[in-house]
């Protein structure tokens, strides 16, 4: 403990310590493209015409340029903006010419969902630090997209502002006239003002991609390539004050004890709170949030030992989640799925399946000298299932992120702190660790314009009881019994502390890019409790050239060829992993895009040190595999794609041959369809099945056996938008997964060269083999209303149906006619949310 808090003092001493000129915003250089902004003196009628007396005045910018499909080529037609402002807002009138208005793509959607349309994008950096930023997106039928930018090139779609937009289209081409309020972007209050400013307009028919200022991709930057926006003079500090309180109501199923199903009918209210504490620092709060309008997890069978990673779909979680990234090898110290997470005692059907979270608090900030920093705070509740015993305590959790940019941001150092407590009772205490810390340094420095050194190191310590501990040096992520592992099983232990460092160099532009990375995890680094991270005991040397166009030649647009190696041992030395990859992707002149993937991994003398569930290391043959996919034309009203998996191992015995296909599709401007399915036959020779025995002990029999398995699995969505503030979405999700296990046996001699040699037949009395049939039917309806600028009404019917009949067995209509014939669990809510701003 004593050594995690000197690493944090440290660590936040030198961030503070950092000399505050080395972060400000950043002065225009001489080849910094400019344009200027005029004060209003007359309201704007925000119509998309540029009929209000402003625009008679305001000076006209037209210099774009391709970024893609060619770097710095062209446009191929002319685009031109114009920028006012008065005390409140921010305007920008943008004209898109186009000879061929009548063809133009303008599809309906609802918000945030970014279709195959023309679009245009103005993107403003009010800190002028050239590593922030705010894009807002409009396309001609006025669907609004938005989204923030950190670390110069980290984009946000999360983040949601309340802003607004007029578009037309007309014997021109079309336009779009924005409002924007000062008080959605962040800036340094002064007399004179200079912003970031960009202008970005997708040209879909020809798959063109313009910009004011010349973007360069081949650079790997998007902030600190901004031009800028000057003239903007005498506004002042902007109140901040967001309050949005909403209602909910819900109806659900529910199970009785003894059967039978009853449908109480529930009511919420809840409050989510933004404010700005001056003009830098944003307080984000929700006290019982309800997360009811977001799409359900797809259905997954798991017969690995670890866990799954999923999306975080929840809004509150999502915005502004880049900040508490430090990406690469060091992803995964934060899951933010943890807060208010699925109680890790669940036992019954009817015991909750979510921690209900009180209270959650986020504070974000950007200092004038470059200092960023994030906190938040979370408070979720006990969780009481059907035996009355508690399957999730109260759990209080923090998370800080500070971060400190130095020259022009090619340089950073940073550090991320967190904390998490459990109050645990009889029941609790014996099963789930007690609390969690971890302190972690990260940094890059960029120099010669494409080359960085970056790495970082963590230290992470957990309490708990013996028995708890225990059950933690057992599991899946640490397997200390395993016979002559690194970390030695200890019953008396009451906490359990361990770190990881990485280190990497990479040549990040250009045309031939670089990378290699080195981690080193040790055997006690426990963090699972505010993380996702299962590799562990580990070090690791990966490499990876990648080869990128930056210009289209006679026969495709774009593409890029990656070739990687990657090698791991556990921290006493033992090879633990050894593979090679190369992957090309590309898009064709007839826009058609193809992916290819080829891999073989455990090569030459290799071990597996959690095959065996916790007993020894394995030692594992050679495996490959091969994937290629072909996707449609985007612009196109329907657009296939297709996907062939085949792979090989364990000399012959084990192979994987799967085939997806789908098909997106539009009806008129209004209607999208997807529909997708997949299907797999496996062997899997080495499936791991039981041990048997006492563990920590030399009787143990660890058994495998050959798993033969078929999965099926469907997905459709489909999209109505009535207007771009009214839209129903709909999702289905079907999945069947059955498997039979056969040639039962256990480890023989598992360090054995020959295959065959390191097995032998397991037979236990009164035991036999089971399957499994895994069916699952996972729905969401949405009907999304945004009644007023900020405000929306949520409408949502969600449908869960499983039944596990039929085990060991494959009948595509047996087995959807039964999964379907399954009681549902229904959920419909209403949600109804005002903005309120001062």
């Known amino acids: 403990m004593t050594s995690s808090r000197s690493f944090v003092a440290t660590a936040l001493g030198v961030l503070l310590l950092a000399g505050p000129s080395t972060g400000r915003a950043q002065a225009a250089s001489p080849e910094t493209p400019a344009t200027r902004a005029v004060r209003t003196e007359g309201p704007i009628l925000l119509d998309g015409r540029d009929d209000d007396a402003v625009w008679r005045v305001a000076p006209v910018t037209d210099d774009f340029h391709q970024f893609a499909p060619a770097e710095a080529a062209p446009a191929r037609f002319r685009t031109a903006f114009q920028v006012a402002y008065d005390d409140r807002m921010l305007y920008v009138f943008v004209r898109m010419y186009d000879p061929h208005p009548d063809s133009l793509v303008a599809l309906l959607s609802r918000r945030d969902v970014r279709t195959p349309s023309e679009w245009i994008k103005v993107v403003i950096d009010g800190y002028h630090d050239r590593r922030s930023g705010m894009q807002f997106m409009v396309n001609p039928v006025g669907v609004k997209r938005d989204a923030n930018i950190t670390n110069d090139v980290v984009e946000d779609g999360a983040w949601d502002a309340v802003w607004d937009a007029a578009t037309r289209i007309d014997s021109l081409g079309w336009t779009a006239e924005y409002a924007i309020p000062f008080s959605q972007l962040r800036f340094q209050p002064g007399e004179a003002l200079v912003f970031g400013f960009g202008v970005w307009r997708d040209d879909v028919r020809h798959g063109e991609r313009d910009s004011w200022p010349v973007y360069r991709p081949s650079r790997q930057t998007f902030a600190s390539q901004l031009g800028d926006l000057v003239g903007i003079e005498g506004i002042g500090g902007q109140r901040r004050l967001e309050v949005m309180p909403y209602v909910v109501t819900k109806n659900v199923t529910q199970p009785i004890a003894g059967g039978g199903w009853r449908h109480p009918q529930q009511q919420a209210a809840g409050l989510d709170f933004k404010a700005g504490l ?3 620092i944003t307080l984000d709060a929700t006290l019982n949030p309800d997360f009811g309008q977001v799409e359900a997890d797809p259905a997954v069978l798991n017969l690995s030992a670890f866990e799954i990673r999923f999306e975080e779909r929840r809004p509150f979680f999502q915005e502004g989640g880049n900040l508490f990234r430090c990406g690469g090898p060091c992803e995964g110290i934060f899951y933010t799925r943890r807060l208010g997470r699925a109680p890790q005692l669940r036992g019954a059907v009817t015991d909750p399946v979510a921690s209900t979270i009180d209270a959650a608090a986020k504070l974000t900030g950007r200092l004038p000298n470059g200092l960023q920093f994030g906190l938040v705070g979370v408070s979720s509740a006990r969780e009481v299932g059907a035996s009355g015993t508690t399957i999730e305590p109260r759990t209080r959790a923090v998370v800080a992120r500070v971060i400190q940019d130095f020259r022009e941001g090619r340089s950073q150092i940073g550090t991320m702190l967190t904390g998490l407590v459990r109050d645990l009772d009889d029941v609790t205490r014996p099963l789930l660790r007690r609390d969690a810390y971890t302190a972690l340094f ?49 019953p008396t232990r009451t906490s359990l502390t361990g770190g990881s460092t990485s280190a990497s160099i990479r040549r990040y532009a250009g045309r031939v890019r670089w990378e290699t990375t080195t981690r080193y995890a040790e055997p006690g680094t426990e963090l699972n409790d505010l993380g996702l991270v299962v590799l562990v005991n580990d070090a690791m040397l990966r490499n990876q050239l990648s080869l990128v166009s930056v210009r289209p030649s006679s026969w495709y647009r774009r593409g890029q060829l990656t070739f990687s190696t990657e090698q791991h041992w556990t921290t006493g030395g033992l090879p633990s992993g050894a593979s090679v990859a190369v992957r090309g992707n590309g ?123 078929t999965t099926l699995a469907m997905v459709a969505r489909a999209n109505v938008t009535v ?24 480890l023989a001699d598992p360090t054995a060269p020959v295959y065959a040699d390191r097995f032998r037949p397991f037979a236990r009395a009164g035991s036999s083999l089971q399957g499994y049939n895994a069916k699952q039917f996972n729905s ?52 109804f949310s005002y903005w309120m701003t001062p």
């Open 278 to 280: 001056g003009p830098n």
């Open 442 to 490: 990260q940094g890059y420095h960029r120099f010669a314009e494409r080359w960085e050194v970056s790495g970082y190191a963590g230290r992470v310590l957990t309490h708990g009881s013996e028995t708890a501990m225990a059950r933690t040096q057992l599991s899946s992520v640490h397997y200390a019994q395993r016979p002559g592992g690194e970390l030695a099983f200890d």
């Open 723 to 746: 207007t771009p503030t009214l839209s129903l979405q709909l999702y289905a999700q079907p999945f069947v997964a059955s498997g039979a296990f056969a040639d039962w046996r256990e």
């Open 780 to 831: 969401t309806m949405v009907l999304r209303w945004e009644y007023r600028l900020g405000s929306t009404l949520f409408l949502v019917w969600q449908q869960g149906r499983a039944d596990g009949r039929d085990p060991g067995t494959f009948e595509v209509t047996r087995d959807l006619r039964r999964l379907f014939a399954t009681h549902p669990d229904n959920t419909v809510l209403v949600k």
């Open 587 to 709: 898009e064709l002149t007839n826009f058609w895009g193809i992916e290819s993937y080829a891999t073989a991994w455990n090569l030459g003398e290799t071990y597996c040190i959690s095959c065996a569930r916790g007993g020894p290391a394995l030692r594992v043959s050679p495996s490959a595999l091969m994937t290629v996919g072909v996707g449609g034309d985007i612009r196109k009203a329907l657009r296939p794609e297709v996907g062939l998996t085949v792979s090989g191992g364990d000399e012959g015995r084990s192979w994987q041959a799967t085939i997806e296909g789908g098909v997106n599709g539009r009806i008129g401007t209004r209607t999208s369809l997807e529909f997708g399915v997949q299907y797999e036959r496996r062997r899997n020779d080495t499936q791991p099945y039981a041990n048997y025995g006492a563990a920590l002990s030399d009787t143990t029999h660890f058994t495998f056996a050959r798993l033969d398995q």
